[in-house]
């Protein structure tokens, strides 16, 4: 029995050596990555206070959500730019819709570059946005559709904008895909990078325990060995 032990703990602990190198050479690198840059706050523009006010004779909340044709889930007043607007929420999702009128508000690409040029202070100018049906791995835990829009600097900037409501979702950069890599090295979630629970980091885990409480049993049981196979003195 010993001798499978050994065999197990030695192919396990082989396997799990590597994971375990992986973890911790993902941590190191996390920890030496700039926060700030991760954070994409390298070309974030300075926060301004919004001292516009809510203009008068615009339609009611009441009105907007009697000329739902959904249920509305929420409601809360906007800006698209400068257009005062109305973000409704049902269970077809969020779209925007004119605080005057009640017509839908489209953000396009030239207005989803403008909303991500305002967010940004660097050296270079918004590309052409990019219109993605559904959040790619940068963009993961937003609903789309999403404008992707890249500014070709230093750090490969790219914003991502909602093209239901114009909110700034995500700002991401070279700095934060270094991180990503190494996140999703640290949490074994090869597929969404979301999951620290997932199937592969509790068995390594598992695995390690299980590493340790044999490499424990096996060192007693070679010590009892020894102890055993060790001449004991003659009596006299």
Do not use: C
């Not at 906007?78 to 004119?98: F, S």
């Not at 592969?200 to 885990?205: F, I, N």
């Not at 409480?213 to 060192?219: P, R």
């Amino acid at each position: 029995m010993n001798r499978a032990f050994r065999w197990m703990h030695r192919w396990l602990g082989l396997l799990l050596a590597v994971q375990f190198v992986l973890w911790m050479a993902s941590g190191l690198a996390m920890s030496l990555l700039d926060h700030e840059a991760v954070q994409g706050h390298t070309h974030q523009a300075p926060p301004k206070p919004d001292a516009r006010t809510w203009p008068r004779g615009l339609l009611s909340p009441a009105t907007v959500m009697a000329g739902s044709e959904r249920p509305v889930l929420n409601l809360e007043t906007a800006w698209l730019l400068e257009r005062p607007a109305y973000r409704v929420t049902t269970d077809a999702g969020v779209r925007l819709l004119d605080a005057r009128t009640g017509a839908n508000l489209e953000v396009d690409a030239a207005t989803a570059r403008r909303i991500a040029s305002l967010d940004y202070v660097g050296p270079a100018a918004a590309a052409a946005p990019v219109l993605l049906a559904r959040a790619d791995t940068e963009a993961r835990g937003h609903a789309g559709p999403i404008w992707r829009v890249d500014f070709p600097d230093g750090d490969d900037t790219t914003l991502y904008v909602s093209a239901s409501d114009g909110r700034l979702l995500e700002r991401r950069n070279r700095t934060w895909r270094w991180f990503d890599i190494a996140w999703m090295l640290h949490i074994m979630d090869y597929t969404g990078r979301e999951d620290f629970n997932n199937p592969l980091v509790v068995m390594a885990a598992g695995g390690g325990v299980w590493i340790a409480l044999t490499g424990l049993w096996l060192l007693v049981s070679s010590l009892r060995l020894r102890a055993a196979a060790s001449p004991r003195p003659m009596a006299r």
